[in-house]
């Protein structure tokens, strides 16, 4: 079993700016890749990005192309998400999620924190 931890939400006025994290207290990634989910109140959670378990690859979802970005230092943790140009429609609780491979659908994961809260003001 792996605990994750995210933290590094908050309240933010739109067009700001946030940096989550995700780590696992005590151990390493070890061979997995890092995925951020988010879900909006009475919405399905959303896929936003991934990344392989060294930082080589990268895949986004189109909504927050551009805007979001993940980082890691090689195998190392915590994994980054940096939230920039935030609308009110982040508003969300953001997850973090672990798995092999570089999925973007949720059921591939196999570890998920308990996530963090982004609420962006307008």
């Known amino acids: 079993q792996v605990r994750l931890v995210e933290s590094g939400g908050g309240s933010v006025q739109a067009g700001g700016s946030l940096r989550l994290s995700c780590g696992a207290p005590g151990r390493t990634f070890g061979g997995y890749a890092t995925g951020w989910f988010r879900q909006a109140p009475r919405q399905e959670r959303e896929f936003l990005a991934a990344i392989s378990w060294n930082g080589d690859r990268t895949v986004y979802a189109d909504s927050v192309k551009g805007r979001f970005t993940i980082s890691r230092a090689s195998a190392k943790i915590p994994v980054y998400l940096h939230l920039n140009s935030l609308k009110p429609e982040d508003t969300a609780v953001y997850y973090c999620?672990?798995?092999?491979?570089?999925?973007?659908?949720?059921?591939?994961?196999?570890?998920w924190g308990q996530g963090t809260q982004v609420t962006v003001s307008s």
């Open positions: 999620a672990i798995g092999y491979g570089l999925p973007t659908t949720q059921r591939a994961y196999d570890y």
